[in-house]
């Protein structure tokens, strides 16, 4: 269904060795796009992404701290040097923490809003002047459901998460005149290991509250991706799209 649209482009998906954001390239590079994944230490998931890519199309890893704008900066500055160019920006890395707000500790703050928040900024602030010098580019902020509604004992994360979809708003609006489009996708539960700690009898309470009766693939933001980042989602910006199985 994707195949050949996204054909000639570049994209980086940060996160992207395992769960959603290995989700994310795979459907990038089956639309025809040349791929490169971030990630932050686990080379064995990335090797194992990286040769999956590679058996469909084109890609390459590149190891580096999105909560770091020094490493950001560099790892954009390299990736352009070598394939000339980023049309696509993925920021997909984050972490997540369940825990009573009043047991949280200051560091967490810290860790969880200088990846999930911060390293949005980073990554969009050291690709966005090389964007401009292309006048043209598509930049998807992977949120969540709870930066929508707020989740109890995920304050932090939630609040990280927020923070993005004003930043996609505020910034699709500064770039939409240099034809540069900014959105977010807020998935619902996907099966990944982030939510690897809920118990069988939670997993199914989900459920549940799932009008789909689900939990969605890692596949479904990689389809909603490709769409926002292809043609077909020209005159689409500054919007917070939710893939939850009809969740909220
Ligand atoms: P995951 O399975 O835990 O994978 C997280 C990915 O982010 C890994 O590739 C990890 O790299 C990378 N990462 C973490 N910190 C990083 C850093 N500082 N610098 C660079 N890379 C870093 O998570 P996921 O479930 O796929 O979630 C991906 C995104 O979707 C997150 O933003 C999450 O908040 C969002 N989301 C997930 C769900 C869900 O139900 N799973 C729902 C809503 C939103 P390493 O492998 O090297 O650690």
New binding site residues.
């Given amino acids: 269904m994707n195949m050949g649209l996204l054909t000639g482009k570049v994209a980086l998906v940060?996160?992207?060795?395992?769960?959603?954001?290995?989700?994310i390239a795979l459907e990038l590079v089956k639309a025809g796009c040349s791929v490169v994944?971030?990630?932050?230490?686990?080379?064995v998931?990335?090797e194992k992404t990286l040769n999956a890519l590679n058996e469909i199309g084109y890609a390459k890893a590149f190891?580096?701290?999105?909560?770091?704008y020094f490493?950001c900066k560099a790892m954009i500055e390299e990736i352009i040097k070598e394939f000339g160019k980023i049309d696509i920006l993925v920021?997909?890395?984050?972490?997540?923490k369940v825990g009573l707000f009043i047991d949280a500790k200051e560091e967490e703050w810290d860790y969880i809003m200088?990846?999930?928040l911060k390293?949005v900024f980073n990554c969009c602030h050291s690709l966005v002047p090389h964007m401009l010098s292309k006048n043209g580019g598509s930049i998807i902020n992977?949120?969540?459901?709870?930066?929508n509604v707020g989740a109890s004992c995920e304050v932090i994360?939630s609040a990280?998460?927020g923070g993005i979809n004003s930043f996609t708003k505020a910034l699709a609006k500064e770039l939409g005149p240099s034809n540069i489009r900014v959105n977010a996708i807020?998935?619902?539960?996907?099966?990944?290991?982030?939510?690897s700690w809920l118990s069988e009898e939670e997993v199914s309470e989900l459920q549940e509250d799932i009008p789909l009766c689900k939990?969605?693939e890692?596949e479904d933001?990689g389809n909603t991706v490709v769409f926002l980042a292809s043609d077909k989602s020209k005159y689409i910006t500054g919007q917070v799209i939710t893939v939850d199985g009809g969740m909220l």
């Fill in positions: 940060t996160g992207g060795s395992r769960g959603i954001g290995r989700g994944i971030n990630y932050r230490k686990n080379e998931e990335a190891k580096a701290d999105v909560s770091s490493e920021n997909n890395a984050g972490v997540s200088n990846t999930n390293g992977i949120s969540s459901m709870w930066g994360y990280s998460k807020s998935p619902g539960v996907i099966d990944t290991e982030m939510n939990f969605g890692c933001i």
